[in-house]
């Protein structure tokens, strides 16, 4: 006697759909009431999926100044998608949400299209989304929920002028709290007058509060921007700084200590040669921060830590000097991944793609994304179907902002 695939136990139930991938796992969802009660609110899923899931790329198109309204995926993790097919398809995850316009009469701006939100960083399975204009309003969002939370916006002083120069989005282990962190300048009198002056200082916004505070602490750069390139690990956010810092490499910040503090650059990068920024980049390889220099030839430097020590240790030298079919491999590289202690896939800005190296064979893979002009922003998602509020710890308090 057959027996229906609702009939099984429902830890049975939650294993076999913990092993799908998320475009399908979205769609059993919708099938009936057993599946749904199996992924929905279930601490027992959620485990599954967070040990079985693999990390998904995810990108915004358009650019910083016109961003698209939504965000896209592909369809199948890192862990496949790279190992065989040579194009890779991008599908819609996340509709970002209307806002209402608004005039600001002391920039003399109308803000507020939908389209002026840009995806910062993801963390935990959520969103950070932020608008770079007047407004500066952001929201956090699960995109596989479709739920998302409207964060308090930034009062400001009406007689100085203030900007935000970046925001980012972290988890502080140690208050179990999301965090984010805002770098902006203030502007002291006119420019070419007596007394001018920039101040850069860092505010902080816990998730659930009603207000940002001020740090009591400047931040180590001025060039702290949505542009800079950054990456986010075990609570801390990092970047790269650009030039004319030249002094400083990287430099990072505590979510937890809600510190600011620098790391020193690999010693045999010191001595008497500068990083050129435009062919360096930072990633995450095997859970610790990397960094990839592309000169001579593509270097991949991982980072690990020993209590408050740093070391640096080379753990690849790729050769781009062998042409990619009818060019050279050339740009800057992020590293996203290793694959089967073989395989390292890259993400080329420059040509909108990606690179899979195999360092046993040496040898180059290219993969293209499908119908894609230009990219604004990218990350990678780790899917959870925790709801918004519960992954928040969100008190009643605050549900008049989330949707």
Known sequence: MERSLTELPPEIISDILSRLPITRLLTCKAVCKTFLDATSSNPYFNSLLSSKMPLYLIVQLGNSTHPTGSVHLIDSGLDTAFLS???????????????????HKCYNMYAGDQNNFCLVNSCDGLLYFAERNCCERSFVCNPLMEDYLTLPEVVKDRNLFQLTMGSWFGFSVGDNRYKVLRTLTTVVGRPQEFGFKQVFSAQILVVGSSSWRDIGEQPPSEHLTWDTCFILLDGSVYWLCQLPELSKFIVYFDFHQEKFGEIPCPPELRNGWRINRHYTSMGVLGGCLSLAVNVQSLDIWVLQRYGSQVSWTRQYVIDTSVPLGNRLVQGTFKPLQVLDNRYVILMIWSALAMLRYDSKEKTFKIFKFYG??????????????????DALH???GDEQNFK
């Open 394 to 396: 969100i008190g009643d």
């Open 372 to 389: 894609v002009g230009s990219v604004c922003r990218s990350a990678l998602l780790k899917p959870s179907l925790v709801p918004l509020m």
């Open 85 to 103: 097919t040579e194009m890779a398809e991008l599908k819609p995850l996340f509709h970002i949400p209307d806002y209402p316009g608004r005039y």
